[in-house]
């Protein structure tokens, strides 16, 4: 049987692809949607009219990230072996456990931690009843006071200002300062997915929890409009794994996150 890299342009065709494993892909499934798709290439592996496995490269103006992810590490092997000549000279990537010693074949690869993917399995406690009135929404008019936030409270942080109109970033105000925050990287109402992320509380508001609370409003938002709710955590922070865990989410794969420069 043959199989080649091919790219593939039909989001049908990638969507089945994705569908097969929800869990790993709710980012990329997220990046389906009109709003993010002009930003996306993707590329498999295809035998006999079958795709075996999926990357995505996703390019903006702060740089390209590929996201390989899968769990049937051959699979992964061929398609970033063919795939690597054709990718940028410096790159951010999401790999699956395993596939950075592939790529290190064709880049310098420097580590960034591992990481996990938690989904929301167990809605119980998101759907309780919550403090509603500490939460307020935040849409593009509140720009400069998020980006400000942000540098006290997650300097370094990516944060992609667009994810503002979509008005479902939520924030906590104490005597009339944003004291916490819970927004997305990936919103789709026609692929029905989220991805939570610019999850954080400012240093002078800590140990109160209301990232608890605000990422709570925030799940209890969403499960009325999606059907996948995700989110990706450094494994080495214990306190925000236990509080997804408090709300219902659910480790479903690590991964590992690298800067690549390719070899000269």
Known sequence: MDSRLVQLTEREKIEAVLRRDAPLHFYA?????????????????EEDGNIRSIALLYESSDGAVLHALGRDFPDYEELLSALAPALPERLYAHLSPGLASV???HYAVAPCGTHLKMVLEDSA???????????????????????AFYAAAYPGNWFDARMLHTERYLGIRIDGELA??????????????????????HPRHRRRGLAYLV???????LLDEVDVIGLNVDRENAGAIDLYRRLGFRPTAPYEEVTLTKHR
């Open 29 to 45: 499934l997220g990046d389906l949607d009109d709003f993010f798709f002009p930003r996306t290439r993707w590329f498999g592996i």
């Open 103 to 105: 790529i290190a074949r």
């Open 125 to 147: 406690a998101c759907r309780g009843a919550a403090a509603e009135h500490e939460v307020v929404a935040l849409g593009a008019v509140d720009l400069p006071e998020v980006e």
């Open 180 to 201: 916490a925050i819970a927004g997305l990287h990936v919103h789709s109402l026609r692929y029905k997915i989220a991805a939570l992320g610019n999850i954080a509380t």
């Open 215 to 221: 990422t709570r409003a925030l799940c209890r938002r």
